[in-house]
């Protein structure tokens, strides 16, 4: 069973940075296409980034120059470095797998930035 574990979450200040880190195990690590997505409070959950299997990547408009995503494929694990974080970029962040057929979501990790 496919699994997807995200980690790394934490309470930060403003400017400061974290890494947040999704594990997928039970299968490949093998998609279409991986990334992030973010859910604040009373808010839509709304696409970051996400990672094409051929390396481009993709990021809405607010995190581009301060967030990036990458992939480690001995470690099975996709990666969101997140940089000069602001209050604004405060949700719970969830990861995505998309496969041929099937979407995959972890149970999502929640980032706080507050000073």
């Known amino acids: 069973q496919v699994q997807l574990v995200e980690s790394g979450g934490a309470l930060v200040q403003p400017g400061g940075s974290l890494r947040l880190s999704c594990a997928v195990s039970g299968s490949a690590f093998d998609f279409i296409d991986m990334g992030w997505f973010r859910e604040a409070p009373g808010k839509e959950r709304e696409f970051v980034a996400t990672?094409?299997?051929?390396?481009?990547?993709i990021y809405e408009d607010s995190v581009k120059g301060r967030f990036t995503i990458s992939r480690v494929h001995a470690e099975n694990t996709l990666y969101l470095q997140m940089n000069s974080l602001k209050p604004e970029d405060t949700a719970v962040y969830y990861c995505r797998m998309n496969r041929v057929g099937r979407v995959y979501w972890g149970q999502g990790t929640q980032v706080t930035v507050s000073s």
């Open positions: 990672l094409f299997s051929g390396g481009k990547t």
